[in-house]
């Protein structure tokens, strides 16, 4: 994905570098009062986006920028968000990326099939 900020093509890559490090930042236990921890970081991400979360979508942009060159800082995709992003459009951009990149998708589509089970026991 690539998207311009400051008249700059800025690249996006929703590959396992992403996969790592995103799900480096959320840990939880494997099982209540257990030692054992998993990494979760993409569902917790993936739920935050689903909601609207703007602070999630910059620091998923960020961990998709990582590994691509040019660097975008995070002060410089919280301008970007104040300023120029038509925010709506950036959600679909980044949610269809994970959506589609093989590294996201598996995990996007199971997060989806949650939400919209919870959508429709709180409709009944």
């Given at each position: 994905?690539?998207?311009?900020?400051?008249?700059?093509?800025?690249?996006?890559?929703?590959?396992?570098?992403?996969?790592?490090?995103?799900?480096?930042?959320?840990?939880a236990?494997?099982?209540?009062?257990s030692?054992?921890?998993?990494?979760?970081?993409?569902?917790?991400?993936?739920?935050?986006?689903?909601?609207?979360?703007?602070?999630?979508?910059?620091?998923?942009?960020?961990?998709?920028?990582?590994?691509?060159?040019?660097?975008?800082?995070?002060?410089?995709?919280?301008?970007?968000?104040?300023?120029?992003?038509?925010?709506?459009?950036?959600?679909?951009q980044?949610?269809?990326?994970?959506?589609?990149?093989?590294?996201?998708?598996?995990?996007?589509?199971?997060?989806?099939?949650?939400?919209?089970?919870?959508?429709?026991?709180?409709?009944?």
């Amino acid at each position: 994905m690539e998207l311009e900020i400051n008249n700059k093509m800025y690249e996006f890559n929703f590959g396992m570098a992403f996969l790592r490090d995103i799900n480096k930042k959320i840990e939880a236990p494997i099982e209540a009062g257990s030692a054992i921890k998993q990494q979760i970081g993409l569902k917790y991400y993936l739920s935050l986006l689903l909601d609207g979360d703007l602070t999630a979508l910059v620091d998923v942009l960020e961990v998709a920028n990582r590994a691509c060159s040019p660097r975008l800082s995070v002060k410089d995709l919280d301008k970007f968000i104040d300023n120029e992003a038509d925010t709506e459009q950036l959600f679909e951009q980044v949610l269809g990326g994970l959506g589609t990149a093989n590294a996201t998708k598996k995990v996007m589509n199971q997060v989806q099939q949650v939400v919209a089970k919870a959508q429709n026991k709180s409709t009944n």
